[in-house]
């Protein structure tokens, strides 16, 4: 069963044999990778490591930017997305940003869509070989939508279309929106397509270590200004030409993304959908917690600096080499090997 879906034949086996695992009935593994945006490519590091140690999912089930890089895994086009994760820079990621001014969210994402139906294709989420889903929200009704049959790429885009940021997206009859309006980890999802053991990977564990509350709070003495003060309006150079026409969207990405400690549009934005999903991630991982949590230490790395794939990757493989013993232990827990198994192979070698 297990090559029937890796696809990989003898190297699955290896890497089982590479961590003791060869001789034992191997459990339904499933990993469930939380949402974070940019902070999302740790999880690349994350699976890589999982399956250099020989630890294959069976169930793939993915948030946000956890759906984009769980089902390039499934869809067996990692490579691809790591290629084009780590060639970022701020310019390249600029290019993505299709900014408008009407519409339900800032950025239409056709460009970044088109990137991503570019690597993965045409591919159906029922033609995977393994069990994999996105979860996304509905707009109307808050209903936790998980996606599991159809065009990936649009599975992937009704995952991460964080509200107010990108636009909706519809799928059959439901507009959908970010996953991690209500469930950031997907634990649940995992579980109930059929995991025995698994394992959840969460981007916001150290962003909010310290929060609490105030309780004593208000204005400074002698400062009476209420709202935070408009920056100076800087002097732009005139424009000739086809120059004119794209110093708007300059303005907006300039106003998009703030300046000189004054937080932007996006800022505000994402940090408080931030703070919300801390929030319900810590209730939903209380109530339904994984067998196994890793938790790259990404908090200091901006939801937008995807530009820094080559840390958050290398992130990612830390933070999953620390679980390794852990996972590997749980699986011998749940999956003892077999009454006398270990036996004839002390007899065999004795007697050569």
Known sequence: MLDSWMGRGQKGSDAQDKVGLGSIRRPVIGLALGGGAARGFAHIGIVRTLVAHGIIPNVVVGTSIGAVVG????????DKLEEWARSLQPR??????????????????ARLAAEIEGALGQSLIEDLPVKFATVATEVRTG???????????????????????????LVGDRWLVDGALVNPVPVS?????GAEIVIAANL?????????????HGPTPGVSVSVMPEPAAEPEPRKRGIGKFFSAERTMKREFFGGGGRPGISSVMVDAFNIMQDRITRARLAGDPPDLLISPRVGKIGWFDFHRADDLIAHGVRAAERAIESIQEAI????????GAAEPAVE???KE
């Open 71 to 78: 089902g390039a895994y499934a869809a067996g086009h990692l």
């Open 92 to 109: 390249s990621v600029l290019s993505y940003l299709d900014i408008r001014l009407n519409g339900s969210g800032l950025i239409g994402g």
């Open 143 to 169: 209903h936790e939508i998980w996606l599991t049959h159809g065009p990936m790429v649009d599975a992937m885009r009704a995952s991460y279309a964080l509200p107010g940021i990108f636009s909706p997206i």
């Open 189 to 193: 999802a995992a579980r109930a397509l």
């Open 204 to 216: 916001s564990s150290d962003v909010f270590t310290h929060s609490t509350t105030i309780y004593s």
């Open 332 to 339: 011998h827990i749940l999956a003892p090997p077999p009454a």
């Open 348 to 350: 065999k070698i004795e």
